[in-house]
Each structure stands twice: as structure tokens, then as C-alpha cells.
């Protein structure tokens, strides 16, 4: 099964805005959601064999819709105001995630409330979600290593974080 799905305009809203109470596995798997990757491809991204239940409930409920196997390809290239990601600069180390600046604020915003819990650091977590560029979120990337950096277990995974960080984050 080749099926693709991507984000709906109500997905699209529900990552920026966060409105619909989504839980955590659910809202991982709809940031992965693309146009481009395959079920077995988010399949092997999430590491869940039970993807297709999640994949359903996010189309259900009208959070992503599947893709037209060829059309949906040329017509979204069409409306995207970007060129689409190739090469080096879109793909990071061996993970072939695509560089995006939604995935990175949300990976800075997620790391900061494991280490302080959903209220600590909120201003840093405002200032990182109001961010509209790569440039203006790697300026945060000082501040937000220090937070993380005020706990242990952070410090000790600081090489780990600033490595997934990077290959998420747009050039």
C-alpha cells in the first residue's frame, strides 16, 4: 500500500494552534504527515505497527486527507510558494527528514517542557513559537541549550538534542 496522506487546512491549523486537544501519539503522527511520505514510511518513522487506527481517526476527523497518487504531486507543487526540498539542504544526516521549520519550534517547545513541565520556560516557549524563520529560531537555539542545560539529565543529553535539532531545522 503506497497510500499518502497529507494535512488538511484543519490539520494545519490544529499544529499551529493546538485547538482540538489532540493527543500526543496523534499529534506526532499528523506533524509527520506531508504529502510525500508513504503509511510505511510514517509507519517506519513512528516505529507504531497500529498506524493505520491513528491514520484514520486523523482523516475522520478531518485532520489529513489521502493524496492523489500523481495529481496531488504536481498540484501541490503548484501552490507552494517554496521550491520543493531537495538534496542536502532539505534532507538531514541519515534520517531523510525533511528540514521544516514547524517540526524544529515544535521539538525546541516539547524538549523544554519535558525538562521544566508545560509552565516553565513559557516565555522562551512563546518566543519560539512566534518565530517565522529558521534565522530567527537559531537565535533562541543559545537560550533554549542553556534551559536545557539546567538539568541533569538535559546536560547529559545536550550532544543528542542539538543533533536532532539540526536535522530538522532549515538552512
Known amino acids: 500500500m503506497m497510500e499518502k496522506f497529507a494535512k488538511t487546512p484543519k490539520g494545519q ?3 499551529a494552534h493546538r485547538t482540538h486537544g489532540l493527543g500526543l501519539r496523534a499529534r506526532r503522527l499528523l506533524i509527520l504527515v506531508d504529502g510525500q511520505r508513504s503509511v ?3 509507519r517506519g518513522l513512528t516505529g507504531d505497527p497500529g498506524i493505520a487506527g491513528t491514520l484514520g481517526e486523523l482523516a475522520d476527523a478531518g485532520f489529513i486527507a489521502p ?3 500523481q495529481a496531488g504531486a504536481t ?4 501552490r507552494d510558494t517554496a521550491p520543493p526540498v531537495t538534496g542536502a539542504a532539505g534532507l538531514r544526516a541519515n534520517t531523510g527528514h525533511a528540514a521544516s521549520l514547524p517540526l524544529a519550534r515544535d521539538f525546541m517547545m516539547n524538549t523544554l517542557r519535558t525538562f521544566h513541565g508545560p509552565y516553565g520556560k513559557l516565555d522562551l516557549v512563546k518566543r519560539i513559537h512566534a518565530t517565522q524563520g529558521a534565522a530567527e529560531l537559531r537565535v533562541l537555539i543559545g537560550e533554549w541549550q542553556a534551559a536545557i542545560g539546567e538539568s541533569r539529565i538535559g546536560r547529559n543529553r545536550m550532544d543528542e538534542l542539538l543533533a536532532r535539532l539540526e536535522e530538522v531545522l532549515p538552512a
Do not use: N
Open 75 to 78: 498540484a501541490s507543487a503548484g
Open 67 to 69: 493524496c492523489a497518487p
Open 40 to 42: 510505511e514510511d510514517l
Open 13 to 15: 491549523d490544529e499544529i
